[in-house]
Every structure is written in C-alpha cells, then in structure tokens.
C-alpha cells in the first residue's frame, strides 16, 4: 500500500512541476509576441496538455522521463538572441522558483508540527526534484535549455551544436542511458547541497 501512495505521490509531483515548467516557456515567449505556443494550446493552465503519455510512464518504468516541449518561433521575437535567452531561462527559473516556494512551505509545515510522513515525503519530492529538473535543464548539451543558453555566450559552440545535433543527442542518450549514469550522479551531487541550502534559508527567514 506504501509503495502505491508513494507512486501516485511522485505522479502528482511530476505532473505539477512539469506542468509549470512547459507552461512558464509557453507564457515567457508569448510575451515577446511569438503566437505558436498559444496557437498549439499550449498557453493553457491544463497540465494534460504538457505531459507526454508514453514517456510520463517511462519515469516509473525506467527512471527517465520526458515531456512535451513547447514549440516556440524567435522569428518573432524583437530582439532574437536576448529574448530567445529569457525564454530559455524560464525552464530552469520556474523550477527553482517551484522549488523555494514549496521549501518555505516544507519549513513552515514542519515549525509548527503540521506535517505526516506523507505530507513530509510530498514536500521533500516536490523540493528534490524541481531543483533536478533545472540542473538537468541547464546542462549545455542539445536538447536541453543549457544548449539555447550557449546560443548567447559562445554563438560558435551552439552553431557546431546545431550542426551535429544527432550527435550531440546521441551522447545525451548515452549519457543518460549508461549503467553508471554520469548525469544522473552529477545531478545529485548538485541537488542535495541545493536543497540544503534552501532549507537553512527559510528556515532562517521563518
């Protein structure tokens, strides 16, 4: 029975933080007058319209995921390079902002004694994996949004990205795929001290 509650957990936590992440590059682009994700319905509160079936059952099956991406056009944007930059940041910003709005929460839950282990393992994901989705978001490798990051700091890197995309997204795969997962080891590394230091801090402000 656990393990059912604590899966259906972690479903709801995936859909809201991938829900929020595709909705915040949906917003962040429409308001540099690009029209596609509204035009794909994607501009939308609806979370059915973000999550990918298929692979939203991959996270369960095989411990990786993915979502429906939104579409975007820089062609519309008035200044390209920066304005495709900001929507490539809100990816990873919804999830840490995600990820500071449900640590004051966790905080303040638990200051006054509000909490079960249910309540405490759903904030505890909730944390733990927005905070992996935009370190995993920020990777510099293509698809990610680290490889759209790139476009802005070193054009010449992204254009050989571009380039050899199947490339690079075949080394993603391997990457990901690999027995010993590097990403996956780098991303946790990275994680726990993050969601350490979000912790001190709310609970400092708290």
């Keep these: 029975m656990d393990t059912v509650i604590q899966t259906v957990i972690l479903a709801i936590v995936f859909v809201i933080s991938i829900w929020f992440h595709e909705y915040a590059?949906?917003?962040?682009?429409?308001?540099?007058?690009?029209?596609t994700p509204k035009l794909q319905w994607r501009l939308t509160?609806?979370?059915i319209k973000h999550i990918d079936p298929i692979w939203f059952l991959m996270i369960f099956l095989i411990h990786f995921g993915w979502w429906k991406s939104v579409q975007v056009n820089p062609s519309y944007y008035?200044?390209?390079?920066?304005?495709?930059?900001?929507?490539?940041?809100?990816?990873?910003?919804?999830n840490f902002l995600m990820a500071f709005i449900w640590?004051?929460?966790?905080?303040?839950?638990?200051?006054?004694?509000?909490?079960?282990?249910?309540i405490d393992l759903f904030f505890q994901?909730?944390?733990?994996?927005?905070?992996?989705?935009?370190?995993?978001?920020?990777l510099p490798i293509y698809p990610l949004d680290g490889y759209r990051i790139v476009k802005f700091l070193k054009p010449s890197w992204w254009l050989f990205m571009e380039q050899h995309s199947l490339?690079?997204?075949?080394?993603f795969l391997l990457l990901?795929?690999?027995?010993?997962?590097?990403?996956?080891?780098?991303?946790?590394?990275?994680v726990l001290p993050i969601y350490n230091l979000l912790i001190s801090i709310t609970s400092f402000i708290i």
């Design 25 to 35: 590059h949906a917003y962040v682009s429409s308001i540099f007058w690009d029209p």
């Design 45 to 47: 509160p609806n979370p």
């Design 78 to 94: 008035k200044n390209p390079l920066r304005d495709e930059l900001l929507v490539a940041l809100a990816w990873p910003f919804s």
């Design 103 to 118: 640590t004051f929460l966790f905080v303040f839950v638990d200051k006054f004694q509000l909490w079960n282990y249910l």
């Design 125 to 138: 994901w909730f944390i733990v994996i927005n905070i992996g989705l935009a370190i995993f978001n920020l």
């Design 167 to 171: 490339i690079f997204l075949g080394i």
């Design 176 to 190: 990901v795929f690999m027995p010993w997962n590097l990403i996956g080891s780098f991303i946790i590394s990275v």
